[in-house]
């Protein structure tokens, strides 16, 4: 049973592209979270999706940020227009379902905007 | 808005020593408390989950204590060894904000040879 997936592991993007990250959970497993970790401070967390629902995004940033998870395929994070301070690691994790607090976390997307 | 704290950033110890990392948080309504482990280049991996309710759990060489009132975990981990080196992360699951959690910056541990 692979972890979970996020690719690609390194992105790099000029200011105003846009940036797509990927995450594919573990087995099983129907809720994602993603969390971002800027340089030299915490984990933030960031949006929390259930197969083809968000539930809770209330740590997105309000403009040019989406997040996705359909009934088929990876959860994506997708930035629009990128700017030098989205700069950062993004973490994917998983758990199989509501009642297992057990978080599994990827090994991350470092995002770097030129 | 739930703040989490953790002493000391930086710690550095001889192989062999028994040692203890601190997390404080400011919102003690929580659900849960998580410690996790951050290698370099690496995603978390979740070491131990403290249920409100509980005082204490332990796995193998680690033991985290919680209580809730004060605001206040500590992760004790016995015998340091080279490989337990890492950033630790303390974590907390609100009452009633969800399943998100809210993590402290971490301590970053290296246990020398």
């Known amino acids: 049973n692979a972890g979970v997936m996020q690719n690609p592991r390194h992105l790099v993007r000029r200011r105003g592209q846009e940036a797509r990250l990927r995450c594919s959970p573990m087995?099983?497993?129907?809720?994602v979270y993603w969390y971002r970790q800027l340089p030299e401070e915490g984990l933030k967390f960031m949006v929390y999706?259930?197969?083809?629902?968000?539930?809770?995004e209330s740590g997105m940033p309000k403009e040019r940020f989406s997040a996705e998870f359909p009934k088929e395929g990876p959860s994506i994070l997708r930035i629009q227009q990128v700017v030098r301070g989205d700069s950062a690691a993004y973490f994917c994790?998983?758990?199989?379902?509501?009642?297992?607090?057990?978080?599994?976390f990827g090994s991350g997307t470092q995002l770097s905007v030129l | 808005k739930q703040e989490v704290t953790q002493i000391p950033a930086a710690l550095s110890v001889p192989e062999g020593e028994n040692l203890v990392l601190n997390c404080s948080f400011t919102?003690?309504?929580?659900?849960?408390l998580q410690w996790f482990r951050q290698d370099p280049g690496k995603g978390l991996t979740s070491l131990l989950l403290?249920?409100?309710?509980?005082r204490e759990q332990t796995s193998g060489r680690l033991n985290a204590s919680l209580d809730k009132s004060s605001g206040r975990s500590t992760l004790y981990i016995a015998a340091s060894q080279p490989g337990d080196s890492a950033t630790y992360l303390c974590?907390?699951?609100?009452?009633?904000?969800?399943?998100?959690?809210?993590f402290g910056e971490g301590t970053q541990l290296t246990v020398n040879p």
């Open positions: 994790a998983s758990r199989p379902s509501a009642n297992n607090e057990k978080l599994f």
């Open positions: 087995k099983g497993h129907s809720h």
């Open positions: 999706l259930q197969k083809e629902n968000i539930i809770d």
């Open positions: 919102d003690s309504a929580i659900y849960n």
């Open positions: 403290i249920q409100s309710s509980q």
């Open positions: 974590a907390v699951r609100q009452e009633t904000s969800g399943s998100r959690l809210t």
